[in-house]
């Protein structure tokens, strides 16, 4: 792919972004027109002055606007995760569920809700188990020895990663049935729902915190998809350089954990997507990968809150749309997840 | 001449299994070692040891002079290419990506290569005549257009020491022949060459030096025309070999 079609992907990609960011604005049980958002952006914005009901600012500023924010920032920081996982463990099929991060960042948001914690606790909760979960998997691994090392980290996070969810059941099971039992399911299910901007406000910095060192490392990424005698014989200190990013992924999932909830697929598939458009070129992935990704789960959260009366909760329209389409890559494109 | 590579009384293995002890080699520039050996010889864990990726169980390697375990992993990447056996990539780099994956050790460690490391990728792409498949995927091109590419990529790394893991396997005749002139080829110009293969014929084509390594560590070096000799052939692999000369150098065929 040359640079300049490589840019014309990008464009689109942002322009895409764009555009169903304006939309989302708009849709909605209390729909807005296009004159309406401008005037209340120049207000915003530039202090216009333009005539806008009340119940439309609240609408955009209160309502719509953290959601939609949550949604583009839980997406990036999902698809970024997922891109660093997938190069990390030379493995396009591994995402974010893998180390059990978000199981443990389930589990501890989960333990909040049990003991009636605030919602600032849940979310540190959130924090803390996707970071002990990850953490634990690789101290695992770490001390398997005469075993492929990629390997003994991802087994270990699969079997912690059922662990956590036995816990898990097991909290569902003690639960209050009519009190915590459904905000516990509707916590797992993943929502963006009930976003608050202090959570946004929170988890931020983490997820920018994942971000920077992930940028920094973004060529120097590439060298961890080859075997780990070739990065080292290419001067590589492969060990630590995994480690940051493991370390810089697991910030970012946790930081959407704490968000949303458990969203699935994301980090799966969007790397796949950007994959195919850019290349694996780790510096060229990123950036299209956090984009698609931010613009998917939006995509997604707008349809959920707009295509039935009731919510339909995002996870299950990630799922809805992940599955076929895995299931297709798995079957068709062998080259194309390469 | 230059001495490239160094290894006195080198002992490689594992702790608690050693493999092969007692080494002693000396490579200059322009020279070409092909260590030959039967599978399971230890040719693999010596060319670890030799990359330092796997700890000397005695004695020690130097490099240009200098100890390898003294040098910074960097340092040793500038001095010293590698060129695995099969390298596998999971993901469909493009040739001209993976040659430039080779600058590593001269890009800093948050920056991406610079216009200087894009040019030195370009000269190694040339200097392997694989200009036409630059933007091609290594995953899709034939497996000795892929080799090309990996010697490229080790020669982007500015090394003037190469160390291949059995170049030539699952080529086809045409490749190894190519692989083999290209070695040959890189030797004249200055770079010391080590490679390991099963053909013993490789080392009369390409050699200067040989090094046999037989199960137990016993170990055979010095000119292809002294190692490679019916009787050493046989203690090593166990079979029955002919040599005979032909224009100017020689042959080796098994004997049914």
Redesign the interface.
Known sequence: MTRRSRAVVYAIAALGLLVLTVLAFGAGRFALSLAELGALAANQLFGAGYEVAPTAETVVLQVRGPRILAALLVGAALAAAGTAYQ?MF???LVSPDILGVSAGAALGAVLGIFFSQSALVIQLGAFAGGLAAVGLVYAVGANVRRHDPILSLILAGIVLGTLLGAFIALIKYLADPYNQLPAITYWLLGSLAAVAPSDLALAAPFALAGLVPLY?????M??L???D??A??????VGRLRFAVVCAATLMTAAAVAISGIIGWVGLLIPHAA?MLV???F?RLLPLAMVLGAAFLLAVDTLARTVAPIEVPPGVLTALIGTPFFLWLFVSAR?AW? | MAVMLEAQGLGYGYPGRAVGRGLDLALGAGEVLCVLGPNGGGKTTLF?TL?G?LEAQAGEVRLQGESLGALP??????R???V?QG????????VR?VVL??R??H?G?????GAADRAAAERAIEALGIGALAER?L?ELSGGERQLAMIARALA?GARLLVLDEPTASLDFGNQVRVLRELRRLAAEGYAVVFSSHDPGQAFLAASRVLLLARGGALRQGAPAEVITAENLRQVYGVEVRIAPLDGTSVCLPVL
């Open positions: 190069g030379r493995n396009p920094l490392l973004r060529w120097r590439n060298l998809s080859l075997s005698d070739e080292r014989a290419l001067g590589v200190p994959r290349g694996p070129e510096s080259r390469q | 670890r990359l990726l992993r960097s340092e040793v990447a500038r010293m290419g590698y695995p390298h596998v990539a999971q993901f469909a780099f493009t990506d994956m080779g590593t050790a890009v460690l948050f920056a991406a290569p995927v995953t790394q």
